[in-house]
């Protein structure tokens, strides 16, 4: 395989600022369309990351998706959840993509599943979330002879208002089991926001993690209010949809919306870097980070801004 030009790991580690994305998965997304998204954001991000079916319907596995976007050499950030498959498949699902490269992953307990769900499906849960960290990181703490196989660890963080003397103990105990970073739902309220990161760092947090807040360029008011309904825990104010849904060019407002979020959450104490969801559209994300002066267009490649 190709070694990935660019990664997360090292981004995440030096002095910059790392920006992901995160592919846009139908229930049917072909191949070719993954490819097409992945091609479109390889320059202007340090990687792409790959969920394990977020919406309680099926999608292409994230471990096939991380073996092609690191054939491309495209640095992959599998997301798994416990909720869908026992210890032992996870541990396999982890030898797998130890086996063919991956140095980051995100590791959640996962949404619980709606009563009633049309798939007939039950979960799993056969791990927690920090059992899980543990579980990766013990293949890390194993003696190896090639060299730069540890995954970076990262888990799911739910943005709130904490209250103060907040002690934050369950994400301390995810950090003793080995988690890195922390990456949040979508986040476009940035009073909550920064009032979450004071929590953070008050509970000395910080410390122990670096940050990723995950953002969107939202084309539309009708796609944000579905990704609040069908995100858990997005936060989405509702003067964000009303200027959405007052423009007469919504998805050019969307990326202006998210370019400016991404400035101010950059400059936020305590945060490390960004997630963007890729909501049908990897030129708005492109264009959002672009126009967010963040990080330059690619050398000998036509920027993707939208007018």
Request: proline share 7%; aromatic share 6%.
């Amino acid at each position: 395989m190709q070694a990935p030009a660019k990664t997360f790991r090292n981004a995440l580690q030096g002095t910059g600022f790392p920006i992901t994305a995160e592919l846009f998965l139908a229930r049917r997304t072909t191949i070719d369309e993954v490819l097409e998204q992945a091609s479109l954001l390889q320059g202007y991000v340090d990687a792409i990351q790959v969920v394990d079916n977020p919406y309680n319907w099926p999608q292409i596995s994230p471990l096939a998706l991380a073996s092609l976007l690191i054939r491309q050499g495209i640095d992959a950030i599998p997301r798994l959840a416990c909720r869908d498959r026992n210890r032992i498949a996870l541990q396999s699902d982890l030898l797998g993509l130890r086996a063919m490269g991956v140095s980051s992953l995100v590791l959640v307990k996962g949404s619980p599943l709606p009563e009633g769900n049309d798939l007939k499906a039950k979960p799993v849960f056969d791990l927690s979330c920090p059992e899980f960290v543990a579980l990766a990181q013990a293949m890390n703490e194993e003696i190896r002879h090639d060299a730069g196989h540890e995954f970076v660890i990262g888990t799911g963080a739910t943005v709130f208002g904490p209250e103060p003397g907040w002690n934050a103990d369950y994400l301390l105990a995810r950090a003793m089991a080995g988690a890195r970073f922390l990456q949040t739902q979508p986040c476009f309220n940035l009073v909550l926001l920064r009032r979450y990161l004071q929590g953070l760092v008050q509970a000395k947090v910080t410390w122990k993690y670096s940050v990723i807040v995950t953002l969107a360029p939202l084309p539309s008011a009708n796609m944000a209010r579905w990704l609040a309904e069908n995100s858990r825990g997005t936060l989405i104010p509702d003067a964000l949809i009303e200027r959405l849904e007052n423009s007469t060019e919504p998805e050019q407002e969307g990326i202006e919306i998210c370019a400016g979020l991404m400035r101010e959450i950059a400059d936020i104490p305590g945060v490390s870097g960004i997630n963007l969801l890729t909501l049908g559209n990897p030129r708005a994300v492109t264009a959002s980070i672009t126009a967010s002066g963040l990080r330059s267009a690619p050398d000998k490649q036509e920027s993707h801004a939208i007018r």
